[in-house]
């Protein structure tokens, strides 16, 4: 992965960090994400449209994570573990298959946990800055669709 994939993709985790603390436990479940180079996108599980507001103050949030240079963790464990650990919030909407009994897990610490085998950044700091390119909320699937690109 080049430099401006890694910083793409590790702006997805701090984005979603960004949606949990801003919009609560009801925007828990990831449904999808992906990045290419320095843009990204993250469709997260919720119950209603976010303001705009709340949108102003997720783009907000995820750039005081970054701003803050705090360090990111990665693990590898046994999957009882990571559950003990951090219950499901390790976990997206579609779940992993049973037989997997091995996770690696990206965690930064207070903000987003995940299981995740990509490579991140080591500090938030690396990733720059983060920009909500667009936006829209999706009533039908109750999906919430960010794209962004990291600078
Ligand atoms: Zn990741």
Known sequence: MST??????????ILKGAVFHVLGEG???SASAGSQGTHGHLAVQFDRKPTDE?????????????SEDAPIEEYELPR???????????????????????LKVFNLPGWNVNTCGKQHTVRTG????????????????QLLEISFDVG
Request: proline share 3%; charged share 30%.
């Open 126 to 141: 690396e990733v720059g800055s983060l920009k909500i390119a667009k936006w829209r909320y999706r009533g039908n699937k």
């Open 27 to 29: 925007a828990k479940w």
């Open 80 to 102: 009882v573990e990571a559950e003990a650990r951090w219950g499901d919030y390790i976990y997206d909407l579609f779940l992993l298959p049973p037989e997997l009994t091995t």
């Open 4 to 13: 401006e994939d890694v910083r793409g993709h590790t702006g997805i985790h």
């Open 54 to 66: 709340e949108i102003v103050r997720i783009e907000a949030e995820a750039n005081s994570k970054i």
